[in-house]
């Protein structure tokens, strides 16, 4: 791991803004990015279709290994096109079936060893900006600057009732804010990389922040320490 090249952490679990604000911060600074959940989502839509299931870890895990992903920066850079074996599969990674399959494939620790790699090889000039769950605790310990972002489970709950809307699918708030605290659950008292703030991690809690918000502190620590 080449550790002169500098990297932001990112952490925090889903619905906390942290996927968007480390798309804006790379696109900011002109670093690379790294949404690490969406390799645990296409790695969950490859196993769907394979119809394996979280029970057969080893061909999973195989699976992870062996993985064909691309993520390719949109033209307006308002987001990532990501290609599963040469296929667009963007759009079909933000299910919630799908996201509940990735948090049951996070917790299973040869899987997470086998995309290891993978993630750490994002890390290229001039510098990367990497959100997940883990990123500042495992994956790049020594990053020089690192956050954790944080939330209320209702607001996180609401955000991502609407952002499904927008998108027209349909979505029940009562049922996301119970698979919300159920994948929390999951994350933090999983064995493996457990979803938890790192001791040099900045904490912002986004409950009620806007995203510019969010920005204007990240931007601030980012102009002093780096």
Not at 12 to 35: C, E, I
Not at 48 to 54: E, G
Not at 74 to 84: E, K, Y
Request: a neutral charge; aromatic letters at 4%; one cysteine or more.
């Amino acid at each position: 791991m080449n550790t002169s090249i500098p990297v932001i952490t990112i952490d925090g679990p889903s619905g906390v803004g942290k996927g968007t604000v480390t798309l804006r911060l790379a696109q900011y600074l002109g670093w690379h990015h790294l949404d690490s959940g969406a390799i645990y989502r296409v790695l969950a839509l490859a196993a769907a279709q394979r119809q394996l299931t979280d029970q057969r870890a080893e061909a999973i895990t195989q699976l992870a290994v062996e993985l064909q992903v691309e993520f390719q920066p949109l033209p307006d850079l308002s987001g990532t096109r990501v290609l599963l074996d040469q296929q667009d599969v963007t759009q079909q990674l933000r299910t919630e079936t799908i996201a509940q399959f990735a948090s049951q494939l996070a917790a299973i620790a040869s899987i997470r060893s086998a995309l290891l790699q993978r993630q750490r090889d994002c890390r290229r000039l001039p510098g990367l900006v990497a959100d997940g769950r883990d990123m500042g605790t495992v994956v790049f310990p020594d990053a020089p600057l690192k956050f954790f972002l944080t939330a209320s489970p209702q607001e996180r709950a609401n955000r991502r009732y609407k952002q499904l809307k927008q998108k027209g699918i349909d979505a029940n708030l009562d049922n996301l804010v119970k698979e919300i605290a159920a994948r929390d659950q999951r994350d933090c008292e999983r064995q493996t990389a457990p979803l938890t703030p790192a001791a040099d991690a900045q904490r912002i809690d986004t409950t009620t922040l806007s995203i510019e918000a969010v920005m204007a502190q990240l931007l601030t620590s980012v102009s002093k320490h780096l």
